[in-house]
């Protein structure tokens, strides 16, 4: 099992931006698909973004396209979220997962068997 740690998050103006970072650990990291997840004060997770194990693939959800970029580096073992141009609707704990295989159409949580304990990112009006 991957096990996974967040970082980046914080409180950031509109319009601002942010990294989040995932380092793993785990000697499978680098044949693992990767996922950003958030969840919000009584709204249930979803899927923000996603990427095979390659990074030749990706998903992104309507509400960031245009706005995140997921990456990863694999001699790191680390997967990033650039969040560009962030609205306050952003806001919320932002999760990082690992599975073996996922749907890029749409990432679903329950296909992400390794989950990290989030970070919060606070977007001010």
């Known amino acids: 099992q991957i096990q996974l740690v967040e970082s980046g998050g914080g409180l950031v103006q509109a319009g601002g931006s942010l990294r989040l970072s995932c380092a793993a650990s785990g000697r499978t990291f680098s044949s693992s698909a990767m996922g950003w997840f958030r969840q919000a004060p009584g709204k249930e997770r979803e899927s923000v973004a996603a990427l095979s194990w390659s990074g030749a693939n990706t998903y992104y959800a309507d509400s960031v396209k245009g706005r995140f970029t997921i990456s990863r580096d694999n001699a790191k073992n680390t997967v990033y979220l650039q969040m560009n141009s962030l609205k306050p609707e952003d806001t919320a704990v932002y999760y990082c997962?690992?599975?073996?295989?996922?749907?890029?159409?749409?990432?679903?949580?329950?296909?992400?068997?390794?989950w990290g304990q989030g970070t919060q990112v606070t977007v001010s009006p």
């Open positions: 997962a690992a599975a073996k295989t996922i749907n890029l159409n749409g990432p679903r949580a329950r296909d992400f068997g390794s």
